[in-house]
């Protein structure tokens, strides 16, 4: 079995994961009870978490560059800004990347995945 390794802003060469169990587990409470109650299942959330991040990382495309050659995830990322304009810091995963992290890996959860099968 993989550990978690969650990236912190500074370009991680073994990091599997955008947002820490601890992240998950406080957005999906406030999401809803049931999503919780899902999510607090007796499942590996760590799995789902390491597969929404390989997910977002194989098939969505990022603006900017990374910060680091050697970072195991395509973030961070400098010479960006978001929807407002307001420049990304180089060293912040943000918010929207962990938020999309967290849904995909609820999704996959409540779709029955096996989160252990390679993607295709």
Do not use: C
């Not at 955008?18 to 590996?44: G, N, P, R, T």
């Amino acid at each position: 079995m993989v550990a978690m390794v969650v990236e912190d802003g500074t370009g991680l060469a073994n990091a599997n994961s955008y947002v820490s169990l601890q992240e998950a587990e406080d957005y999906l409470s406030i999401k809803s009870q049931s999503a919780f109650d899902v999510w607090d299942a007796e499942v590996d959330q760590e799995n789902f978490l390491m597969r929404a991040t390989r997910i977002l990382d194989q098939r969505a495309y990022f603006s900017g560059t990374k910060t680091s050659e050697t970072s195991g995830l395509r973030w961070p990322r400098t010479g960006l800004t978001d929807r407002d304009g307001i420049t990304v810091a180089y060293d912040v995963i943000p918010k929207p990347i962990k938020e999309a992290t967290i849904e995909i890996a609820f999704h996959l959860l409540s779709q029955n995945v096996d989160p252990s099968v390679p993607d295709q």
